[in-house]
């Protein structure tokens, strides 16, 4: 995973509500900025989301996961991971709004 991540205009997640302004390239070759179509794992609460135009995200439809090429599939499960092995401050992001 790159350590660039892309500055964004702040949105909500629609699992948690959480605030999030940034997204990161899982793949190393990747240097854009999310587009339409891309997906993106929520930091606080781990949800797979789905960017849509203009930039706002949105939940995966249900089954769209298993759609999805058994490559990007593992992605987004690593990404998932690594985001579950993350050390957590004594205030865990689930502490803070906004």
Same mark, same amino acid.
């Given at each position: 995973m790159t350590t660039n !991540? =892309? *500055? *964004?205009? !702040? $949105?909500?997640?629609p699992s948690c509500g959480r605030a999030l302004n940034a997204a990161t390239n899982a793949l190393p070759h990747e240097a854009c900025p999310p587009r339409t179509g891309? $997906?993106? /794992?929520?930091? =606080?609460?781990?949800? %797979? @989301?789905?960017?849509?135009?203009? +930039?706002? /995200? #949105?939940l995966l439809r249900p089954g769209e996961f298993e759609t999805l090429h058994p490559v990007n599939q593992c992605t987004? @499960?690593? /990404?998932q991971l690594m985001i579950m092995t993350l !050390? #957590?401050? !004594? %205030?865990? $992001?689930?502490?803070?709004? +906004?």
């Open positions: !991540p =892309h *500055l *964004l205009d !702040p $949105f909500a997640c891309d $997906f993106t /794992v929520c930091l =606080h609460c781990n949800t %797979i @989301l789905a960017f849509m135009e203009g +930039g706002a /995200v #949105r987004l @499960l690593s /990404v !050390p #957590r401050s !004594p %205030i865990s $992001f689930h502490d803070q709004k +906004g």
